[in-house]
């Protein structure tokens, strides 16, 4: 500093991992009326989060990011340009405590409200442009990069989540007056929402690949295109006679935009072909209602067959489950650990009996989430424990690594027990995948090196726009 004259050379914020934000340029002082800026701020692969789940903290986890960013001018005429990054080997969480109490008090605000437009006192502020004292124009840029993690926590214990993989650009601009908008496209490639609404059951809606939100100028009113499916296991009886577990796809299909949503509802089962057929020959409002009958009252119904997702009928079982996912979810940390516990009544040539199935499920990610591990495996009480004992205990097993940290090339080591029709029966498909996905703008591309990002000291590297979107998949499966 030197005669109100602050000069920045090379100054450096060091992050979690050591990786620096530098800022170089100078701030003018000498004049107090008229202040002049003159800044850049770049940081390559900063860690800017890495702390685990507690009390007071609002965001956990690890989240690294690039920036390259200026800001020039006068206090009272501001230009600000920034291109932020969030990197491939970010996982990040973000606790939303209001988020429940927001939900649950929805119901109590008033659905309609009537405004008196002749009175001026009601539109006056909506109509008036205050003086600004300091006039800025942000030019932002947001990308975020295949491969990241962001999930957003809903209840301070973790029950109510959101989870996205995605990936896309986004870019934010503000003129001097205040007008703002917002275009570019996030991509969702993955993740999940978990959520218990009041005296229902947890429901769990996995997001499929292809959906995307899309903005086009209004950031509160983006463009939707979301399809989850939530996967429901049913004790399904024929014609009284014989009863089976096959697994019902709730999905959800959203779409037009956030103010005028088109919400839509679908059934299906790739598990039984007598469901499946009855479900074809449905109309889509009446699957659609099938589809909530499953959601709300755990029950569904066909012309010849009837099906019941609420397997847990005895109380002190739903208890205990509970109770096991709490206490291992708040006392084993590293590794994601679940149990069930069903009890149904199972119907064999008219004959019923009560079964009680005992299923669980570990997961595992090692080296940066980059090695992933998963087991799981039930037993039911009506089977014979000499033969089926030690094949159901782990009859789901897979190992996933992936090659790159986006998560574009990985390869799989799978061995998965299921039923994939009543005709079929158990069905047990081992084998070894490799799958390459590539943006690609054209089929010269795929052969291109698919990893060009090289390590630079604080500056990142610039994000280019990708296009269309390929994916090749070797797999060899045996029955």
């Known amino acids: 500093m030197d005669s109100n004259f602050v000069k920045f050379d090379n100054f450096t914020i060091t992050g979690a991992n050591k990786y620096p934000l530098s800022i170089n340029g100078n701030v003018d002082a000498r004049h107090l009326s008229n202040i002049l800026i003159d800044l850049k701020a770049s940081a390559f692969d900063m860690q800017v989060i890495n702390s685990r789940k507690g009390r007071g903290i609002q965001a956990y986890g690890k989240a690294f990011i690039d920036l390259d960013a200026t800001v020039k001018g006068s206090l009272q005429r501001l230009d600000v340009n920034a291109n932020l990054s969030v990197n491939e080997n970010t996982n990040v969480t973000y606790i939303m405590e209001s988020a429940t109490d927001n939900l649950t008090s929805q119901s109590n605000t008033d659905m309609v409200k009537f405004i008196n437009f002749t009175d001026t006192t009601m539109v006056h502020e909506v109509?008036?442009?205050?003086?600004?004292s300091m006039m800025m124009s942000i030019n932002a840029v947001l990308n975020v990069r295949q491969g990241s993690i962001i999930g957003i926590d809903l209840s301070t214990d973790g029950k109510n989540r959101v989870q996205l993989l995605s990936q896309g650009s986004l870019n934010y601009y503000q003129s001097y007056m205040g007008d703002s908008r917002v275009t570019g496209r996030l991509n969702i490639n993955g993740g999940f929402v978990r959520y218990t609404p009041p005296f229902m059951s947890e429901k769990l809606f996995n997001f499929q690949e292809g959906s995307y939100v899309s903005f086009n100028g209004n950031m509160m009113n983006p463009y939707l295109n979301i399809k989850a499916v939530d996967v429901l296991r049913a004790n399904v009886q024929q014609d009284g006679q014989n009863s089976r577990l096959i697994n019902f796809d709730v999905i959800l299909s959203i779409t037009n935009s956030l103010n005028d949503m088109n919400v839509a509802f679908d059934l299906s089962t790739n598990d039984d072909i007598t469901v499946a057929n009855e479900l074809q020959s449905m109309s889509a409002e009446q699957r659609a209602n099938q589809a909530m009958n499953l959601l709300l009252y755990n029950v569904y119904?066909?012309?010849?067959?009837?099906?019941?997702?609420?397997?847990n009928g005895n109380p002190l079982f739903s208890f205990l489950e509970s109770q096991v996912n709490s206490w291992a979810a708040n006392n084993i940390k590293g590794v994601d650990l679940s149990f069930g516990i069903d009890q149904y009544d199972r119907t064999v040539n008219g004959t019923s009996s009560t079964t009680t199935s005992y299923s669980y499920k570990v997961s595992k990610s090692l080296f940066n989430d980059r090695f992933k591990i998963s087991i799981g495996g039930n037993y039911?009480?009506?089977?014979?424990?000499?033969?089926?004992?030690?094949?159901?205990?782990?009859?789901?097993i897979s190992f996933e690594y992936d090659i790159t940290p986006s998560g574009?090339?990985?390869?799989?080591?799978f061995r998965h027990t299921g039923y994939e029709s009543i005709l079929e029966?158990?069905?047990?498909q081992t084998g070894v995948g490799f799958v390459y996905k590539r943006k690609l703008q054209r089929l010269s591309d795929l052969f291109k090196p698919f990893y060009r990002r090289k390590r630079q000291a604080t500056v990142p590297s610039p994000?280019?726009?990708?296009?269309?979107?390929?994916?090749?998949t070797t797999e060899n499966t045996q029955h």
């Not at 014979?384 to 094949?391: E, G, I, S, V």
Request: proline share 6%; no cysteine.
């Open 127 to 132: 109509d008036s442009v205050p003086a600004s």
């Open 301 to 311: 119904t066909g012309p010849g067959t009837k099906a019941s997702s609420s397997l």
């Open 380 to 396: 039911a009480d009506d089977q014979d424990p000499d033969q089926n004992m030690a094949q159901n205990l782990i009859n789901d």
């Open 408 to 413: 574009s090339m990985y390869i799989k080591i």
């Open 425 to 428: 029966g158990e069905v047990t």
């Open 463 to 472: 994000v280019q726009t990708e296009g269309a979107s390929d994916a090749i």
